[in-house]
């Protein structure tokens, strides 16, 4: 049964770092997701001209989203600064931070090309655009985004991850590699980096090369479910099945909800003859992912039904 190994979705730009990103966005604890820009924030800095009520505004929707995840009503914030102020790009970029986290991907993408209008040298925006059109499966438009952001910013890690992530998703591979070992070139420390490389490697067929980058983005951060499910196929694939039921385990147990983590797992159970602990696994995939639940079933059915039927 083949395996499912997955990149890391390290999405969301900006100039600080995404997945998230330095000093235009606000920065998440595993540097990997772009959300709200912090440097707005400062009054002192702000370069854009009104009445600086839309800027106190603009930090009471931050603290709306960014500590109290309440997304609905930083949107309201957000727009309120704009009456107040039409040309902050800043809040409108936010707006579109807010849409991506309530998954309304079709509204963000708008807010973003709004942004983009007003203020085409912004990178951030380009890279959250790309990371939107990714997020909705329009990868070859996700990858002129990008571009657009990469011709402002070149030295952006966080951006050069997504645009691998995109052409991950088209098989260039090549491609993807290029743009992941001129990332890590710049922050040798971003997990993600590493574990999308893996991703390309193994793809590639250069299994070897692949575990190398995987152990070297589980080094830099072991927690990362992805990172676990992916050394997991890995070393699948060169016959450590007890290794790779180790972090197999560990993904899920990372990330409950984790159904190509299951799914894996309950391939590993199979081929081990371990029919109950398959049953169990199968079961979470099923409140998870109806598609892979269902290719689940049938392996789980011609192992054991079909052998038991010829007894």
């Known amino acids: 049964m083949k395996k ?14 995404n997945a998230q990103m330095k000093s235009r966005n606000f920065q998440l604890e595993d540097e990997s997701k772009v ?3 912090k440097s707005s924030l400062n009054s002192e800095k702000s370069d854009i001209s009104g ?15 960014t500590e109290e995840n309440d997304y609905k009503q930083a949107i309201v914030l957000f727009n309120k600064a704009l ?15 807010s849409y991506i986290k309530l998954g309304k991907l079709d509204d963000a993408v708008e807010v973003f090309n709004q942004v ?25 438009e996700s990858i002129k985004a990008f571009q657009n952001a990469l011709k402002i910013n070149a030295e952006e890690p ?19 590699l290029e743009v992941l070992d001129k990332a890590i070139k710049i922050k040798p420390d971003l997990a993600e980096a590493h574990c999308n490389r893996g991703f390309a490697l193994f793809s590639m067929g250069r299994e070897k090369d692949a575990l190398k980058s995987l152990q070297k983005a589980y080094e830099l951060d072991p927690n990362v479910p992805q990172i676990n499910n992916n ?42 003859g371990k ?20 290719q689940l079933r049938s392996a789980i059915w011609g192992k054991y039904v079909i052998d038991v039927s010829r007894q």
């Open 231 to 272: 050394l997991g196929v890995v070393f699948d694939h060169f016959g450590k099945k007890k290794e790779a039921i180790k972090y197999y385990e560990r993904a899920v147990e990372l990330n409950p909800d984790y159904a190509e983590a299951q799914y894996n797992l309950a391939c590993s159970f199979i081929e081990a």
């Open 116 to 140: 983009i209008e007003r203020k085409p040298d912004y990178s951030d925006a380009h890279s959250s655009l790309g990371e939107v059109l990714s997020e909705k499966g329009k990868f070859t």
């Open 158 to 176: 966080i951006t050069l991850i997504n645009y691998s992530i995109s052409l991950n998703k088209l098989e260039k591979y090549k491609e993807a």
């Open 4 to 17: 499912t190994i997955i990149f890391l979705a390290v999405i969301f730009l900006s100039s600080a770092v």
């Open 35 to 37: 959300t709200f820009e």
């Open 275 to 294: 029919r109950d602990e398959a049953y169990a696994q199968l079961k979470l995939v099923e409140k998870n992912n109806y598609e892979l639940a269902q």
């Open 83 to 97: 009456e107040l102020e039409p040309n902050c790009y800043v809040c409108r970029f936010n707006v579109g931070r």
């Open 51 to 65: 009445s600086k009520d839309y800027i106190e505004l603009n930090k009471a929707g931050f603290k709306k989203a």
